[in-house]
C-alpha cells in the first residue's frame, strides 16, 4: 500500500467520530474505501443493464479489510436467523471470505468444510464445484458467495450443489446478475480478460446473468427464497452499514 493510500485507510478508519458501521469489526468509520477507481472504472456496459453486485464506491472497510458483500452477507445470514442455526449444522463454503469464515466458525457447526478450486491456504480444501468429492446428502448448508460468474458450467455447479445437499438444506449463491438483462448471456468468443472485463464486469468472470437466474438456480431442484434488502433489513441503513441495497439475498432450499 503506498503512502498516499495508507494515510487515506488510517484517515477514514481511525479517525474518531465516524457515521459508518462495519458490522464485520464492529468498529465505525468514516467511510468504505472504493474498489479500484469506483463507479467511474465501472465498464459502460454494466452500468447500461444496471448490474446488480458488488457496489464499487463503498467496498472495502478500512479498518479490517471487509468487502460490501461479506458484509451483506453477513447481516443476511443474521437477520433470516440462519446465522442462529449454524450450530450443528455440516457447512460447506466456496472461495470461504477471510473475515466472514472465523464468524460462521465461531458458530460452532458440527462440520465446516472451506473449499476452493484454487486453495489459497493450506486449511483450504481443493474442491471443484463442478464435480463434488462428497457423498449425496452430506451437507446442510452450502455456501458459494460470487462463485457462479466464474465457473465453466453454472447448470452443472448448481445441481452439483443440490446433490451434496440434504433435503431441507440450503445454499446461498450471490452472483452479479442485470435484471435489465432477460436471458443470461455468455458467448465464447469473449474469451480475453479485457473482452471478459467490458462483456461481463470484471476480467475472470465467464458470464453475465440475466434476470433468469432465479429460474436457472430453480431448476436444479431448489425452492428459491430470495429475500430483498428491504425484506430482511429494513432497519438497515445501506450507507451507513455500507452494503448495496439492491442485491438481494439469493437462499435457496432443496424441497425435503
Given at each position: 500500500m503506498d503512502a498516499l493510500k495508507l494515510v487515506r485507510y488510517a484517515f477514514a478508519g481511525w479517525m474518531p467520530g465516524g457515521t459508518r458501521d462495519c458490522v464485520m469489526c464492529g468498529h465505525k468509520v468514516w467511510r468504505f474505501m472504493p474498489y479500484r477507481s469506483g463507479s467511474r472504472g465501472t465498464?459502460?456496459?454494466m452500468r447500461a443493464l444496471g448490474v446488480v453486485g458488488s457496489d464499487p464506491d463503498h467496498f472495502e472497510c478500512p479498518r479490517c479489510g471487509a468487502h460490501d458483500r461479506e458484509r451483506h452477507l453477513l447481516l443476511y445470514i443474521r437477520a433470516t436467523g440462519l446465522f442462529d442455526k449454524l450450530h450443528g449444522m455440516r457447512v460447506l463454503?466456496?472461495?470461504p471470505e477471510r473475515r466472514l469464515w472465523p464468524k460462521i466458525a465461531a458458530a460452532t457447526p458440527a462440520e465446516y468444510i472451506r473449499c476452493d478450486l484454487f486453495p489459497a491456504a493450506p486449511d483450504v480444501v481443493k474442491v471443484d464445484?463442478?464435480?463434488?468429492?462428497?457423498?449425496d446428502e452430506a451437507f446442510d448448508l452450502v455456501i458459494a458467495n460470487h462463485v457462479l460468474e466464474h465457473v465453466r458450467?453454472?447448470?452443472?455447479?448448481?445441481r452439483e450443489v443440490a446433490r451434496v445437499l440434504a433435503p431441507g438444506g440450503f445454499a446461498i449463491l450471490q452472483t452479479p446478475y442485470s435484471g435489465k438483462l432477460q436471458?443470461?448471456?455468455q458467448?465464447?468468443?469473449?474469451?480475453?480478460p479485457q473482452a471478459r472485463l467490458q462483456a461481463y464486469g470484471q476480467e475472470d468472470h465467464v458470464r453475465l446473468f440475466g434476470r433468469d437466474i432465479f429460474e436457472r438456480i430453480a431448476g436444479a431442484g431448489f425452492e428459491p427464497h430470495v429475500r430483498r434488502h428491504e425484506e430482511v433489513l429494513g432497519g438497515?441503513?445501506?450507507v451507513a452499514a455500507g452494503v448495496n441495497a439492491s442485491?438481494?439475498?439469493f437462499l435457496f432450499r432443496k424441497p425435503g
Open positions: 465498464p459502460p456496459l463454503h466456496f472461495a464445484i463442478e464435480s463434488m468429492p462428497f457423498a458450467d453454472d447448470g452443472k455447479a448448481v436471458r443470461t448471456w458467448d465464447d468468443g469473449i474469451d480475453t438497515v441503513d445501506p442485491e438481494p439475498f
